[in-house]
């Protein structure tokens, strides 16, 4: 998909203070495992279901998550997760489906690993976590692709994990299908059998339905820990077809191929990748 | 790994220090790695950080780590984040000495004693394992010095 520039006038790190607060406190709402509600004098007020399945690459017919990237062997996933739930946030918190009138916000993932603390970091160096990326976001901004003027703020960051599991799942959920949240970043434990999933997977862009836990493959050597990968995560699916999250890799195989044949996957719900449970961010525009 | 952790290191130093502690965590080891710590039929041989990622301290039966440090502690655990011969004598000497032969129980789980200090120029853990001979007082052990990158890199 081709990339256009987008016009960095509108926005951004320009959040109204009302909004800023009232961004706060659905967060706070969220982050406790509530969900927003209008509550009419002398009604039982009761949470409203949420979804059984969310995908914000096919919201009411719309996508509003950008185009794969690839990060290449360099350890820089915090970079390639946080910048595509910020892109992906922007256009569903505007309204800005893409496609048509709206070209694709393309931030960069190179600017962000080189100039976000802590420094120094080379590619050999994974322990970066989202929240300092996050933060430099807020406070500096990321240039767009190709350089534009202004860099891109985000308003505020959320953490979403909470101390009960199930209230942290609920949070999530929330926050993807809202209009007002979009996808999240997530580290997750990695093990080596999960670049193993998505090798030959041949090529096309519907998703891999097989869904990724540790251990997936039965005839396969235990896994090996190797630490942590950030992804973004896109959408869920909980119902009698399956519990899981559908996220958003950074890798590419043999060929220039996407891994996991269209660079999508997805992970168990409460899984051993711990995907939710370590350090889920939302962001707000 | 992380210098967030010396307070688990604190807690599990603990339990190495009261031989009846001790030799419960061995039996717990034993039963989640094996007698010889490397699997078998229904376990899964030890490697770093799988042992701690479910076990209770056996002085107050609550689990050593919160499930989300579960998460947290693995991906520090993982390879990447450490010098290869320290973690592999890492390994070596927790298996060994949680799985050590000897006593009327027919095991004889022997001390350990982590420290965890930062190194700002650090961008991996890295450990020294070294044998300390027992002295008129004091038993045996083995200490497990750990040098990792500081909390700024670390901590999420």
Request: charged content about 20%.
């Amino acid at each position: 998909m081709t990339r256009r520039p987008i016009d960095p006038t509108v926005d951004l790190g320009q959040a109204a203070n009302a909004d800023r607060r009232r961004f706060l406190k659905t967060s706070a709402i969220l982050a406790s495992g509530l969900a927003v509600r209008s509550i009419v004098p002398g009604e039982a007020a009761a949470p409203p279901a949420l979804p059984a399945s969310c995908d914000l690459r096919a919201k009411n017919g719309n996508s509003y998550i950008t185009s794969l990237k690839n990060q290449g062997t360099c350890h820089s996933c915090t970079a390639f997760g946080v910048v595509a739930t910020i892109e992906g946030s922007y256009h569903l918190q505007k309204q800005k489906p893409i496609g048509g009138a709206n070209p694709e916000l393309n931030l960069s993932e190179a600017d962000l690993f080189a100039k976000a603390p802590p420094l120094p970091r080379d590619c050999n160096v994974d322990h970066w976590w989202p929240r300092s990326a996050l933060d430099y976001c807020i406070a500096t901004g990321v240039p767009q692709e190709p350089a534009a003027s202004a860099p891109f703020k985000i308003a505020a960051k959320q953490q979403l994990v909470a101390s009960n599991p199930n209230d942290t799942i609920t949070a999530m959920k929330s926050w993807i299908c809202d209009d007002n949240g979009g996808p999240v970043t997530a580290v997750m434990v990695e093990y080596d059998d999960f670049l193993a999933f998505g090798v030959n997977r041949g090529t096309g862009t519907n998703d891999v339905t097989d869904v990724y836990d540790p251990g997936w493959d039965p005839h396969a050597p235990r896994p090996r820990l190797l630490g942590g990968h950030v992804i973004s995560i896109v959408g869920y699916e909980d119902s009698h077809n399956g519990r899981y999250w559908i996220c958003k890799n950074s890798w590419y195989v043999a060929n220039n191929q996407p891994w996991n044949r269209n660079g999508y996957v997805r992970i168990k719900m409460k899984g051993d990748s711990y995907v939710d449970r370590i350090d889920v961010w939302g962001v707000k525009i | 790994m992380a210098g967030g952790w010396s307070g688990i290191a604190t807690n599990i130093n603990a339990v190495f220090a009261d031989k009846n502690l001790r030799g419960r965590m061995g039996a717990a080891f034993r039963n989640k790695h094996g007698d010889d710590g490397h699997g078998g039929p229904g376990k899964v041989p030890y490697s770093f950080g799988r042992f701690l990622e479910d076990f209770s301290n056996p002085s107050t039966s609550n689990p050593v780590l919160t499930d989300r440090q579960r998460g947290q502690f693995l991906v520090d655990s993982g390879t990447r984040h450490w010098d290869q011969a320290s973690l592999a004598n890492i390994e070596t000497a927790v298996r060994n000495n949680l799985t050590r032969r000897g006593g009327p129980a027919g095991f004889d789980e022997k001390k350990i004693v982590f420290t965890i200090n930062e190194d700002p120029k650090a961008t991996q853990a890295r450990a020294t394992v070294t044998e300390i001979p027992a002295t008129a007082t004091a038993e045996a052990y083995t200490s497990i010095a750990i040098v990792c990158p500081p909390h700024v890199r670390t901590d999420p």
